[in-house]
Nanobody, 124 residues
Framework: QVQLVESGGGLVQAGGSLRLSCAASGRTFSSYAMGWFRQAPGKEREFVAGISPAGISTYYADSVKGRFTISRENVKNTMYLQMNSLKPEDTAVYYC?????????????????WGQGTQVTVSS
């Protein structure tokens, strides 16, 4: 049984930073691509960033490129999302997800397992 647990969300002022973590268990973490998604109230879940199994390749939504950094530590079964220069429009519940593939896709349908989400609120 795969479990993903996010942490690190909170309330921050615009321009501030947060670091999200996603702790995984249940199958060989280093074999699968991972991703971060977010969902704001009344909106669909959207892709934020993805990372290949070894962490060599990363992908970002245009809206976060240059501000967010995705990374992973396979020895710790943990993925991270460093978020800098946060904007009020970044406010959402952030979810980590584990893919069935070795290349991270940008659709929620590309991912098998999901965490419970962590709230990020950016005040103006």
């Amino acid at each position: 049984q795969v479990q993903l647990v996010e942490s690190g969300g909170g309330l921050v002022q615009a321009g501030g930073s947060l670091r999200l973590s996603c702790a995984a268990s249940g199958r060989t973490f280093s074999s699968y691509a991972m991703g971060w998604f977010r969902q704001a109230p009344g909106k669909e879940r959207e892709f934020v960033a993805g990372i290949s199994p070894a962490g060599i390749s990363t992908y970002y939504a245009d809206s976060v490129k240059g501000r967010f950094t995705i990374s992973r530590e396979n020895v710790k079964n943990t993925m991270y999302l460093q978020m800098n220069s946060l904007k009020p429009e970044d406010t959402a519940v952030y979810y980590c997800a584990e893919s069935r593939k070795r290349s991270p896709g940008s659709s929620p349908a590309d991912y098998d397992y999901w965490g419970q989400g962590t709230q990020v609120t950016v005040s103006s």
